[in-house]
């Protein structure tokens, strides 16, 4: 019966909307209405109306999508859709300052000339409103009333005309900044944490294992990532139409003629060229650049955007005198700003420490005169034409209709979870033939179908989080949230083109003369849905497309994951198994030295201790081949155990199916209470319903290969040994990297050592002479600096020692003297053994550690260095199949 309930709920959901009524009523309204019916139809015939649901009462499950909206979004750290409303006011404000009207007139004269030139200055406009608007419908009328005509004056094709203004208008959903970007990386933050517990369970449930290595773990995602990735398939899409419309005009000169440009190429024409289009640059630049570097988030990003497009908008609508004060003296202010952060420090925590007070001051008062250039332009903004106060009533109602259906989706994916919907799609998709892949073309066919009749908000709030987690958890392809969100926005792009309700299309309709037919407008979409379509398939064969941008800014930038960071490791042997080999002569060489040379000079403990590090890595080249062998070994079998596998983890996902069933069914059995006739009767057959189940369970798990077993243990033996050969060579490599270093360090310091042996003498020279606790108290701030020294511990202790017998609860003078003397010799002896070791070790070590620092000691650095980080980045920007291990 919960099917029926389920089917309800999506024919509301779509008739709803189909008629006009509003998204953020339709939705939980749908859920309401729905839940409603259940429980009525529960209470009426069962005389319970928990009946019909999966678990759980009516009232719990009509509350559980505000508790899940308010679980989320009230937490402090979950701060990504405070950027819509910034962005949103950004595009506003600057939809409202003319830029586009300037953007197309100026390339449209620049372009011209070349043939299909109008329609690829359309394109380029579009591009540029896309990285700074971002506001589909503004876009697109803005151009359908001066380009389109403009065209159509100049005889070009009626398709190709309204295609070109129509696909360009959408680009700005998908190059960033942009909303669409927004709203999935926070659906699909969620997703992520759901498919991280089934893919742990799905661990457990394959291996006995209590916890999943964090290396199979789900790669989560981030506004900031989606931003970067979807940068380059943005550019991609560009690029494709651009190609497109030349290529059209090429073979068909007539339908997309070039246009002479009026007047001359003169200075005064690049220079409207230049004021133009660098604002918007700069202001792209500042947005986007902020997030690629790592200087900002993206919420504090789309604060940058916003305040920059008042300080546009203040000169751009303003025609009075000092018109482009406010926007120079600003630029002025961050280039100070710049400057004084590159020349002083301006911490003003450490202020005390750097005594940067002229840089702190300087900076304050650039920021004191940058706050007022933009309150200047804000005041302009609000004065003109009352732009401001209509910019922000604008951008409340915007975000307001965004936050609320985000609201409303809460409530019907509840519903929807509270018939088993999604338990009916996981079984579904996990049914489909090819694995992952079948079910991600499945998918991706699913959601361009709902584009023909739904809007991206919708697809994005109400899809993504049923399907994202069963995809994401998959290890099969192992894919990034990332990848797949820019693929999932790369697709309901195309939401905006499709008739009959693509809104791109009712916005031109709206704007285009009467001699412009609807029906052009459609033939002129259809081969800009195919280059979407086109770009999709091209990003879905080439995931470094996404994948590369986020992944090389998070390893250089200043909060990189250490080289040990488990996510890395595959890509991090991968780079071993190059570097490695070749360096090994080199190293042995060094070996050679280090073996002849008298390390009698050291203490004894140090001497086991670098003779013990020699041994290890002269045996790590000899462990890292065991390592690649073992690895070899399971590459080897692989092709053979890998059917096999999937075949039984077919079955698992099947046995996994029908327990949910089975729990379903048992969960209806409890429901159902009392002695009435009906009751009994339903009792009966769900109790017969189980009964069947049970006996399907017991046929499906029968049909696991009698060889699995075998095979699965064989497997599990190769990985094991390649675990421990990993295991070993990184014990035995990385403790002798450790000890080589911190030798050298030790030896290094054997100046220090001198300047603290006169004070140690001198301080040993006081005991029982000065008072004990002022020295003691000295004793101490000189145990502090030598703390801070490689290799000083036993000094350390010796002062340590001293003070003890000073005024340790054992203090006597004795103990102080025999401490003090101790002290005096350890200090002598740290000096000497340095210096001897300095003239004939201290070279050969240097040059060993140098050697090996990013290789066999590699995961003991902070961060790898730049070369090694962007042959990472490449590598990790590439899917890896995982579902082996589990």
């Known amino acids: 019966m919960e099917v029926i309930f389920l089917i309800i709920l999506v024919l509301m959901m779509m008739f709803t909307l189909g008629i006009g009524f509003p998204v953020a009523f339709a939705l939980p309204g749908s859920a309401i209405v729905t839940i409603g019916l259940a429980a009525g139809s529960g209470w009426l015939f069962f005389d319970d109306t928990s009946a019909f649901f999966m678990h759980g009462t009516a009232v719990e499950w009509l509350s559980a999508g505000v508790t899940n909206f308010r679980g ?35 390339m449209a004269k620049l372009f011209g000339a070349l043939p299909g030139g109008l329609g690829i200055s359309v394109v380029v406009v579009g591009a540029l409103l896309a990285a700074t608007t971002g506001i589909v419908g503004a876009t697109v009328v803005a151009m359908g009333l001066i380009s389109l005509p403009a065209m159509m004056r100049n005889n070009y ?10 696909a360009s208008g959408t680009l700005g959903q998908i190059i960033p900044p942009s909303i669409v970007l927004i709203i999935l990386a926070d659906q699909l933050s969620s997703a992520v944490d759901q498919a991280a517990q089934m893919r742990t369970q799905e661990y457990r449930e394959a291996t006995g294992a209590f916890s999943m290595p964090s290396e199979l773990g789900v790669t989560a995602t981030s506004a900031g990532d989606m931003f ?35 007047g001359r190429m003169d200075r005064a024409f690049w220079g409207e060229v230049f004021f133009a289009i660098v604002p918007p640059l700069v202001l792209i630049i500042l947005v986007l650049g902020s997030i690629i570097t790592g200087v900002a988030t993206v919420t504090q990003a789309g604060a940058v955007g916003a305040a920059g497009a008042v300080v546009m908008a203040g000169y751009k609508i303003y025609e009075g005198r000092f018109r482009f004060w406010p926007v120079t003296i600003a630029l002025a202010m961050l280039v100070a700003i710049y400057v004084l952060s590159i020349t002083f420090n301006l911490n003003i925590r450490q202020l005390d420490r750097s005594g940067d007070h002229l840089g702190v001051a300087l900076a304050a008062l650039a920021v004191l005169t940058l706050l007022a250039m933009l309150g200047w332009s804000a005041w302009r903004t609000l004065k003109i034409n009352n732009t401001l106060r209509a910019v922000m009533i604008e951008t409340a109602k915007t975000s307001s209709l965004v936050f609320i259906i985000l609201l409303g989706a809460a409530m019907l994916i509840s519903a929807f979870r509270a018939f088993g919907g999604e338990h009916m799609v996981r079984d579904f998709l996990a049914g489909m033939p090819g694995g992952f892949w079948g079910q991600f073309v499945i998918v991706m066919i699913v959601i361009f179908l709902l584009g023909f009749f739904l809007d991206f908000i919708e697809i994005a709030i109400v899809v993504v989080p049923i399907i994202a987690p069963i995809l994401l958890m998959n290890p099969e392809a192992n894919i990034t949230a990332v990848w797949l969100g820019v693929m999932i926005g790369l697709n309901i792009q195309t939401s905006f083109l499709t008739p009959p309700f693509g809104f791109a299309l009712f916005y031109l309709r709206g704007v285009a003369s009467r001699t412009v037919k609807t029906l052009n407008m459609y033939k002129g979409v259809i081969p800009f849905i195919a280059l979407q379509l086109l770009a999709l398939v091209i990003v879905g064969y080439n995931p470094p497309l996404v994948n590369y941008l986020p992944a090389r800014v998070q390893l250089l930038s200043e ?7 488990p996510r890395l490791q595959v890509c991090v042997e991968e780079l071993l198994a190059r570097e490695l080999p070749a360096q090994e002569s080199t190293v042995r060489g060094l070996l050679s030295t280090l073996e002849g040379a008298d390390l009698s000079v050291l203490p004894e403990g140090q001497r086991r201790n670098v003779e013990s590090a020699l041994a290890a890595y002269d045996a790590g080249f000899d462990q890292f081949d065991e390592f690649q062998a073992a690895s070899a070994a399971i590459e080897d079998a692989t092709p053979e155990y890998r059917p096999l596998h999937r075949e039984v983890a077919d079955i698992r996902r099947q046995l996994v199916s029908i327990d949910i069933r089975v729990e379903n069914l048992e969960s209806q059995l409890r429901n159902l209470r009392g002695d009435a006739p009906e009751t009994a009767a339903a009792r009966e057959r769900v109790e017969a319903q189980i009964a069947g189940v049970m006996e399907e369970r017991a046929e499906v798990e029968a049909s696991i290969p009698d060889r ?6 064989d497997f599990q033996a190769l990985v094991q040994a390649e675990t421990m050969a990993r295991n070993t060579f990184r014990r035995d490599t990385e403790a002798a990297y450790v000890t080589i270093r911190d030798m ?20 040993a020279a006081e005991v029982n002479v000065a008072d004990d606790n002022e020295l003691a108290s000295r004793i101490q701030e000189l145990e502090t600096e030598v703390g801070g020294v490689p290799g000083a511990a036993d000094l350390r202790a010796a002062l340590t020692a001293i003070r003890d017998g000073l005024t340790g609860r054992r203090a006597s003078p004795e103990a102080a003297a025999e401490a003090a003397e101790a002290a005096v010799e350890v200090a002598r002896e740290a000096v000497e053994w340095r210096r001897a070791a300095a003239a004939t070790l201290l070279r050969p070590l240097r040059e060993l550690e140098a050697e090996t620092r990013f290789t066999l000691g590699m995961r003991e650095q902070p961060r790898l260095e730049r070369d090694h980080a962007l042959e990472v980045a490449r590598c990790v920007s590439v899917h890896r199949d995982v579902s082996l291990r589990f």
């Open 72 to 106: 989320i979004y009230w937490e402090a750290e979950r701060d990504t859709l405070i950027a819509i409303p910034l962005f949103v006011f950004m595009g506003i404000m600057l939809q409202r300052s003319k830029i586009a009207e300037e953007l197309l007139v100026t």
């Open 157 to 166: 094709s009626q398709p190709l005309a309204t295609g070109s203004v129509l």
């Open 559 to 565: 909060n990189a994951p250490p080289p040990r960071n």
């Open 228 to 262: 970067m990735g979807a940068l380059f398939p943005g550019l991609l899409l560009v690029g494709l139409y651009i190609v497109f419309i030349l290529v059209f005009a090429l073979i068909s000169p007539k339908s997309a003629p070039a246009v002479p440009v009026e």
């Open 744 to 763: 050298a360090e030790t030896i290094e310091a054997a100046d220090r050592f001198a300047e603290f042996r006169p004070q140690v003498e001198a301080l």
């Open 708 to 713: 699995w077993e075998q095979a699965q243990r």
